[in-house]
């Protein structure tokens, strides 16, 4: 029993190393950019507004037939 938890704990810790370093010839991925808000902004704009013109020839909610 004693052995099985030695080489659990052994097994978590090389995982652990292993995990937390890159290998030296590891290729490097660049950060994405993050987008920035005012594209969200218009297109939500743009949603709405699209929304508000459709919705009067949707008065009410679909019925099921």
Do not use: N
Request: aromatic share 4%; charged share 20%.
């Amino acid at each position: 029993m004693l052995t099985y938890y030695a080489v659990g704990r052994l097994g978590v810790q090389q995982a652990r190393e292993a995990a937390q370093s890159a290998l030296p010839d590891a290729p490097v991925i660049p950060e994405r950019q993050p987008r920035p808000a005012a594209l969200r902004l218009r297109t939500a704009g743009a949603l709405h507004r699209l929304a508000d013109r459709i919705s009067p020839a949707c008065p009410g909610p679909l019925q099921q037939a």
